[in-house]
């Protein structure tokens, strides 16, 4: 029996202004969930030349969720984005070129060619880099919605994870303490059915995994993950409620991954009927669907659109294939605190 609350799809366009959304807002959402997907498909094009070291994942299908959640966001929040969120940075304005220069290990790159190819965060933008051990970047979040509560700042912290990864333990904890603390903070779930090849069924027992939020004490919302304007508004209140004290909410973004765990998953284990029922709610399609019904997106605005995410991702390819090989000398640069980087504000 499901406990949490199941969100409304995005309405009309008058339903948006009362969000705060106007239409360049919206129009900038679309670009943003392009350039998602563009910096994705460059990133695959590059693995297929050799420049791309390890494996690469993506977020195909997430579009929506990580753009809406991050537009959702307040300039001074916080939030640790996984490897299926790429939407984030991007809408949080890391330059495209310098997550391609990371995708390929360079000194560019927001972590200078020190980790994996997709562990990145720009720290001035308000992003915490990931870790593999995903559920771990829980905790982390609620540290930073603790110390918000201690310096009694309002911001909010976002902490995101997969389906699967709300199955370990630091998870239970991360949520535990920040539901007992009443902290400032919001967790986004993910679910896009396989835990790499485990589905959903084999995963948990409760309807929807936002129910659990009850036991902890705070509210569950389940969101359509494909509907970025819902994704939008449902992450808008939970922020607002969390700033203003409310404590945690756990949003349950509905979506399926698009593509295997990796490029060297072939995901032969997912349903052919599931991929192509899940395709025909193509985020970035859906989405465009209803700007032109509900905000007469012209052909004139969307040949603008498309065409300058199309020079800005080929610009950034060019940029970022230039960029240096990292410098060895430079390996244990901010591997260790300074004195000069513990004398601040925040560590007082």
């Given at each position: 029996m499901a406990i949490?609350?199941?969100?409304?799809?995005?309405?009309?366009?008058?339903?948006?202004?009362?969000q705060g959304l106007d239409r360049e807002d919206l129009l900038g959402i679309y670009r943003n969930m392009l350039i998602t997907r563009g910096v994705e498909e460059r990133g695959h094009i590059l693995y297929r030349q050799g420049k791309i070291p390890g494996s690469f994942y993506t977020g195909r299908g997430n579009e929506a969720s990580a753009v809406g959640v991050a537009t959702a966001m307040g300039p001074d929040d916080v939030g640790t984005p996984l490897h299926r969120d790429m939407g984030v940075h991007i809408t949080r304005g890391v330059e495209p070129w310098r997550i391609l220069a990371q995708y390929m290990g360079r000194a560019d790159g927001p972590s200078r060619g020190k980790d994996g190819n997709v562990h990145m965060a720009d720290e001035n933008l308000g992003l915490l880099a990931m870790v593999s051990h995903l559920p771990a970047m829980l905790p982390v979040a609620v540290g930073c919605a603790l110390a918000f509560r201690i310096r009694e700042e309002k911001r909010v912290a976002v902490a995101w994870s997969g389906e699967g990864a709300m199955a370990r333990g630091d998870a239970h904890e991360g949520m535990n303490f920040a539901g007992v603390r009443t902290l400032p903070v919001v967790f986004i779930c993910d679910n896009n059915q396989w835990a790499y090849s485990t589905p959903t069924h084999l995963e948990y027992a409760v309807e929807h995994l936002a129910d659990r939020a009850q036991a902890y004490g705070f509210d569950g919302v389940v969101v359509d993950g494909t509907d970025v304007l819902a994704v939008y508004r449902e992450t808008k209140r939970a922020i607002d409620k969390a700033r203003e004290g409310g404590g945690p909410t756990l949003i349950e973004c509905q979506t399926l991954r698009m593509e295997g765990h990796a490029v060297h998953?072939?995901?032969?284990?997912?349903?052919?009927?599931?991929?192509?029922?899940?395709?025909?709610?193509?985020?970035?399609?859906?989405y465009r669907t209803w700007l032109r019904e509900q905000v007469d997106m012209s052909d004139a605005d969307e040949e603008e659109i498309t065409g300058y995410v199309k020079k800005l991702l080929n610009d950034s390819l060019q940029r970022a294939d230039a960029s240096p090989q990292p410098d060895p000398a430079t390996l244990m640069d901010g591997v260790y605190a300074t004195p000069e980087d513990l004398d601040t504000p925040h560590h007082k």
């Open positions: 949490a609350r199941v969100a409304e799809p995005s309405g009309s366009l008058q339903d948006v202004k009362e998953d072939d995901a032969f284990y997912v349903p052919k009927e599931l991929f192509e029922r899940w395709a025909e709610r193509d985020p970035i399609e859906r």
